[in-house]
């Protein structure tokens, strides 16, 4: 379904950028002349070019590491979904990250490809009131914590028996990646909605539906030129109302919360939002465009992650018996807490190395040029042209970390010992970047949601650990499902089954 879906809308797409983009590179003048220019690992010549863009639809990859093994330290330029970014990596990687948001901007990139002013409005696009809100929501981790536990029982009696199979001899199998991003969507709806709404069929199909429209509805709005979308989204908006039509049933929501106290609101995503949107008569399509944004940019991430972390888990049954026995030196019988879970150092590293080794995207921090901005190299990135960061290839890179092929998941555990950092050491956490470490982007625009999808990763693994013994099905004998790789991402198998027996041990109730 997804890939009929890309195959239909990336050709246009793609075609329409080459145009416009062949059009704004061909300028010239004498300063140009004199400009360093950025060698393209492919060529970009008017004609191939079209060509490479498909080429770095499906290879990306390898289109990226060739920049990257040709260009270390440097920067080089590759197509990437009808843009010709510049990718930097090296020292650069720093002086992208400290760039002035007016000259480089990361919100212009997330409004472009979400057409976030037309589809949500100036709240998100401009004033950016979602960034707040998951600082409030980080600031109350320890409050949602005991929401999400709660939710976790639930979440998996519901999806285990939707998407598992009970076998003869006792192990429950189950496909993986669809049954994770389930209950994560459920978990992700109980800090987001709250209860009992996160349970409903109604608000989940809506929340469903509603993001999903927001995400095809800003693809399409990208193929036409940037003075017609909007009239596009009203003729649009015609024939496809999914969007409209999950605002006005949160609408009503939103009035039963208006109506209360701000103390007796519910303790959700959805009310540090509305705490947020201080107008006198808020417009619900912005709470609601707030709320989808950060519902999409939450699901698919830490479910990616998650996924990542349980094949690792499940073909190295040797560290899962490690992390147990740290689960039961920190926590002893008791049932775990927001606070032992942040004692938990060597299930840090192994959620950090799993990033390493399969973060999800291959480019980090990506921004839009809104003034022309020069490196200490010389280059020039031009006002409407995009530059990113390598992601992968300097975690895969053996001059950058040791056995780098390898998943050593105690590696940055020993490193802060190495080091004689101390246990409260955050140099190697898994939720710091830096310019080795890319996972969460770098500077100020690394992911503010890092707390939150670590907390719920983490206590996934731990509910998993105590919970049940996990297993490969015998036909994967013993291997790693492999993971997939397209348009710039890792994702983890999407076919691949894990068996799961519930263990005599905590229980966690
Ligand atoms: C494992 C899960 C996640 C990963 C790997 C991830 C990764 C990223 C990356 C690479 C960036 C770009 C940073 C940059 O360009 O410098 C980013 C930005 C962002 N992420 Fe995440 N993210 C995850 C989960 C989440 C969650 C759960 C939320 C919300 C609750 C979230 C909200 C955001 C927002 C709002 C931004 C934009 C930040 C800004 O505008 O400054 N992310 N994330």
């Not at 197509?79 to 002035?100: C, D, K, M």
């Not at 969460?440 to 890092?450: D, E, Q, S, T, V």
């Amino acid at each position: 379904m997804l890939f009929e879906a890309l195959v239909l809308v990336i050709p246009p797409a793609l075609l329409y950028s080459w145009y416009t983009s062949a059009s704004t590179n061909a300028s010239s003048g004498e300063a140009e002349e004199h400009e360093v220019k950025v060698e393209s690992v492919v060529s970009d010549a008017f004609g191939i070019s079209i060509l490479n863009q498909i080429r770095g639809l499906i290879w990306n990859d390898s289109i990226m590491q060739k920049g990257y093994d040709q260009h270390k330290n440097g920067m080089f330029r590759m197509p990437f979904l009808g843009q010709w970014p510049t990718v930097v990596s090296g020292e650069y990687i720093r002086e992208l990250a400290r760039a002035p948001d007016d000259h480089l901007n990361f919100q212009a990139t997330l409004n472009d490809f979400m057409q976030l002013e037309i589809l949500v409005g100036k709240s998100v696009s401009q004033d950016m009131i979602h960034l707040p809100v998951i600082r409030a929501l980080t600031r109350q981790l320890p409050t949602f914590y005991p929401e999400v536990v709660d939710e976790t029982q639930y979440a998996f009696t519901t999806y285990f028996e939707k998407h598992g199979k009970l076998q003869k001899d006792g192990w429950t199998s189950v496909k993986a990646f669809d049954t994770f991003m389930a209950i994560i969507k459920q978990l992700n709806a109980r800090t987001f909605i709250g209860l009992p709404l996160c349970r409903e069929e109604k608000w989940e199909k809506a929340i469903d539906k509603g993001g999903a429209n927001l995400t095809w509805r800003a693809l399409f709005l990208r193929m036409f030129p940037e003075d017609r979308r909007a009239g596009v989204n009203e003729y649009v908006k015609r024939f496809s109302h999914v969007l409209e039509d999950c605002i006005e049933l949160l609408t009503s929501v939103l009035e039963q919360r208006r109506a209360m106290r701000e103390e007796e609101r519910p303790n959700d995503l959805l009310t540090l939002i509305m705490s947020r949107v201080t107008d006198e008569e808020p417009d619900p399509r912005t709470i609601v465009g707030t709320y989808l944004v950060l519902d999409q940019v939450a699901q698919a991430t830490t479910s990616i992650t998650f996924v990542h972390a349980l094949y690792y888990l499940v073909a190295y049954p040797e560290y899962a018996d490690v992390l147990r026995e740290e689960i039961q030196e920190v926590n002893g019988d008791s049932t775990i807490s927001f606070t032992s879970l942040g004692e938990l150092r060597k299930l840090d590293s192994f959620l950090r190395e799993t990033q390493r080794l399969s973060g999800f995207s291959d480019f980090s921090m990506n921004r839009l040029a809104l003034q022309d901005f020069t490196f200490s190299n010389g280059v020039t990135i031009h006002k409407g042209e995009f530059v990113t960061a390598v992601g992968n290839s300097v975690h895969h890179d053996p001059e950058v970390y040791q056995d780098a092929k390898e998943f050593k998941p105690w590696r940055s555990y020993d490193q802060t010992n190495a080091e004689g950092l101390g246990k409260d050491s955050k140099k190697y956490a898994a939720v710091t970047p830096s310019e080795t470490f890319l996972a969460w982007g770098l500077g100020k625009h690394a992911c503010p949601g890092r707390w939150y999808a670590s907390m719920l990763v983490k206590h996934l693994v731990v509910y998993i650990l105590l919970q049940y013994d996990i297993k490969l099905p015998d036909s994967a004998k013993g291997k790693r499902p492999a993971d997939l790789r397209m348009v710039g991402t890792i994702l983890p198998n999407t076919r691949a089954s894990v068996l799961f027996k519930r263990r005599q041990g905590v229980d966690w109730d």
